[in-house]
């Protein structure tokens, strides 16, 4: 996961999805975080990471629950929130750290 923590600390802002295939929430955001991505354009890079696979990270970042979404920005966890959320709210929460 060498890339990972390349792109986190990047001075551009990265906003992870912390996600497992089994989770029906998960599936509700994927839209969500697909669409918001359009808006943001290239301001921000977007990153999912399914923690089934990736059982390291996610302990490295305590999630305990899917999905979580973490925006870090220089490696620095800016800001992060846990379950759903509306597209709009995303996107303005998102570009308060661009």
């Known amino acids: 996961m060498s890339d990972f923590n390349e792109i986190i600390n990047s001075e551009k802002p990265t906003l992870v999805d912390f996600f497992a295939e089994w989770c029906g929430p998960c599936k509700m955001l994927s839209p969500i975080i697909e669409s918001a991505k359009s808006k943001l354009g290239d301001d921000v890079t977007i990153l999912k990471v399914d923690v089934d696979k990736n059982p390291e990270v996610a302990k490295q970042?305590?999630?305990?629950?899917?999905?979580?979404?973490?925006l870090f920005?220089?490696?620095?966890?800016?800001?992060?929130?846990?379950?759903?959320?509306?597209?709009?709210?995303?996107?303005?929460?998102?570009?308060?750290?661009?």
Do not use: A
């Open 61 to 70: 970042y305590g999630i305990r629950g899917v999905p979580t979404l973490i």
């Open 73 to 98: 920005k220089k490696g620095d966890i800016e800001w992060r929130r846990s379950g759903v959320m509306m597209e709009q709210d995303l996107v303005d929460k998102v570009k308060e750290f661009v």
